[in-house]
């Protein structure tokens, strides 16, 4: 039984050294950014359906939502706000979803994988939005949530008036292409 808990502990330092790594990795992007008042959003991307059946392939969150977020989790949403700094949106299972697909990951399991402090459910990232209206909103990642905003919680973009600045979008994409380039100690093992 020892060698057991040897291994819970070389997993918590494991856990540790990786929730250190993800920091550094969004401290980085967020001074690169070097953003006053824009919000980035960074979607996970929607499970893809397997036609003729109600079920689904397997999700893979969008390279730059794992690289940042550090979790998987379908129709979940990072978001930045130079004020607050990271914020990671997920869903939560109703019993309907429970019943049919199960339970999805828990908010303190997502937080404990993202080593964010704030992680919060899905259903309050249209009021988030809402006290952000008149800024500029980048999107990198998956640009699904632009197409199927209810998939995240959003009933619609277009009541929200939310202001996708293109070029912006394309802009922060590149930096984190260019920051993923060179790789860090937790990509290398």
């Known amino acids: 039984m020892a060698d057991s808990g040897m291994e819970r502990g070389s997993a918590t330092l494991r856990d540790m050294s990786h929730n ?3 920091s550094a990795r969004r401290a980085s992007m967020a001074a690169t950014w070097a953003l006053t008042r824009e919000i980035v959003l960074v979607p996970s991307g929607l499970p893809i359906p397997i036609a003729g059946t109600d079920q689904a392939h397997g999700h893979h969150a969008h390279p730059e939502h794992r690289y940042l977020a550090g979790a998987c989790e379908a129709e979940s949403l990072l978001v930045f706000d130079p004020g607050e700094g990271w914020t990671l949106f997920a869903p939560v299972a109703g019993t309907e979803e429970r019943v049919w ?3 999805r990951t828990a908010l303190e399991q997502l937080q404990a994988i993202s080593g964010l402090d704030s992680v919060r459910p899905s259903a309050e990232l249209p009021a988030w939005l809402e006290r952000r209206r008149g800024e500029t909103f980048a999107v990198i990642g998956n640009d699904d ?7 995240y919680g959003v009933a619609t973009w277009r009541s929200l008036e939310l202001d996708i600045a293109e070029s912006l979008s394309a802009r922060l994409s590149d930096q984190v292409s260019e920051q993923r380039r060179a790789k860090d100690s937790a990509e290398l093992r």
Do not use: N
């Open 20 to 22: 250190e790594t993800l």
């Open 101 to 103: 697909s199960g339970d």
């Open 145 to 151: 949530i632009r197409h199927q905003p209810e998939a």
